[in-house]
């Protein structure tokens, strides 16, 4: 496993400072959204350059820190007409800009079919579902043209709430370019989070082939609802995950989240404890 982490959870610096400071505390890679972690540039898409994603990709490199994520967390089953025009062309926009920043994967979550991108309860339903296969077909056919990987994350209030659906999305659209970012705390939610086990072992038995990376944190219950924080500050059982990464996937790219500068390293040590230990 190679431990990274959310770059805008870290300490708020410059762009060049801030990779530094996170090669500094131990981490490997980086889950990267451009508009969170850099501010000293713009980052609309007419200026993701061939020039920037090199200066960017420079900066990674000095300091030994791989790209694992370049995320582009939007929803493509808005309806409004023109917001998804303006989504698909930033999608659009960072397929291009991987291509040349070499990151691992391009990341994405599958939306609400609002303009809100908030959860309903028609966002578990068939016709969300088909939207979302609908306009993420395009996104996926560029990204084969381009050499790059989009890897859709599961999450129980979107779309693709569970490991079932996210097989579909796979098979229906049948791309290699199309994987998974496997967080198992984002396919729990308040109805379901007792039956955890169950669940993470079958996203691993559904999902585990097309997993390119993991996104690792942990979760309180608070009334009635769940609420991420991060690892070992919560009663996330991380057994099989840990377990799955250390015997099938080599290397794999891991990042934190929902640490912030105060408790990030208590979590990174924790994580390095159940994955030796295993």
Same mark, same amino acid.
């Given at each position: 496993?190679?431990?990274?982490?959310?770059?805008?959870?870290?300490?708020?610096?410059?762009?060049?400072?801030?990779?530094?400071?996170?090669?500094?505390?131990?981490?490997?890679?980086?889950?990267?959204?451009? %508009?969170?972690?850099?501010?000293?540039?713009?980052?609309?898409?007419? #200026?993701?350059?061939?020039?920037? %994603?090199?200066?960017?990709?420079?900066?990674?490199?000095? *300091?030994?820190?791989?790209?694992?994520?370049?995320?582009?967390? !939007?929803?493509? #089953?808005?309806?409004?007409?023109?917001?998804? #025009?303006?989504?698909?062309?930033?999608?659009?926009?960072?397929?291009?800009? %991987?291509?040349?920043?070499?990151?691992?994967?391009?990341?994405?979550?599958?939306?609400?079919?609002?303009?809100?991108?908030?959860?309903?309860?028609?966002?578990?339903? &068939? /016709? #969300?579902?088909?939207?979302?296969?609908?306009?993420?077909?395009?996104?996926?056919?560029? $990204? &084969?043209?381009?050499?790059?990987?989009?890897?859709? &994350?599961?999450?129980?209030?979107?779309?693709?709430? *569970?490991?079932?659906? %996210?097989?579909?999305?796979?098979?229906?659209?049948?791309?290699?370019? !199309? +994987?998974?970012?496997?967080?198992?705390?984002?396919?729990?939610?308040?109805? *379901?989070? +007792?039956?955890?086990? $169950?669940?993470?072992?079958?996203?691993? /038995?559904? !999902?585990?082939?097309?997993?390119?990376?993991?996104?690792?944190?942990?979760?309180?219950?608070?009334?009635?609802?769940?609420?991420?924080?991060?690892?070992?500050?919560?009663?996330?059982?991380?057994?099989?995950?840990?377990?799955?990464?250390?015997?099938?996937?080599?290397?794999?790219? $891991?990042?934190?989240?929902?640490?912030?500068?105060?408790? *990030? +390293?208590?979590?990174?040590?924790?994580?390095?404890? !159940?994955?030796?230990?295993?």
């Amino acid at each position: 496993m190679q431990l990274g982490i959310r770059l805008h959870d870290t300490k708020k610096l410059p762009f060049e400072e801030r990779i530094e400071d996170v090669a500094q505390l131990g981490f490997k890679c980086g889950h990267l959204a451009l %508009a969170k972690v850099i501010e000293e540039f713009p980052t609309t898409d007419e #200026a993701l350059t061939p020039g920037l %994603a090199m200066y960017i990709k420079n900066v990674f490199a000095k *300091n030994n820190v791989d790209i694992a994520v370049l995320g582009c967390y !939007l929803n493509l #089953a808005n309806p409004n007409k023109e917001q998804l #025009a303006a989504t698909v062309h930033r999608y659009m926009a960072h397929i291009r800009f %991987a291509s040349w920043l070499g990151c691992g994967v391009i990341g994405t979550e599958t939306g609400a079919p609002n303009e809100t991108y908030t959860h309903v309860p028609e966002c578990h339903g &068939e /016709e #969300a579902l088909q939207t979302f296969i609908t306009n993420l077909r395009p996104i996926v056919k560029y $990204a &084969e043209q381009m050499g790059v990987v989009i890897a859709i &994350e599961p999450v129980w209030k979107h779309i693709v709430c *569970n490991p079932k659906r %996210a097989r579909r999305v796979l098979d229906e659209i049948n791309s290699p370019n !199309l +994987q998974i970012i496997l967080d198992p705390v984002n396919l729990l939610d308040i109805c *379901n989070y +007792q039956d955890q086990v $169950a669940i993470v072992d079958e996203a691993i /038995e559904l !999902l585990g082939p097309d997993v390119a990376m993991v996104h690792l944190k942990d979760y309180v219950v608070e009334g009635d609802k769940l609420v991420s924080v991060g690892c070992g500050f919560g009663q996330m059982d991380y057994t099989s995950i840990i377990k799955f990464m250390k015997e099938r996937k080599p290397f794999i790219h $891991a990042t934190l989240e929902d640490t912030n500068p105060g408790n *990030n +390293q208590q979590a990174k040590n924790f994580i390095l404890k !159940l994955y030796e230990e295993a």
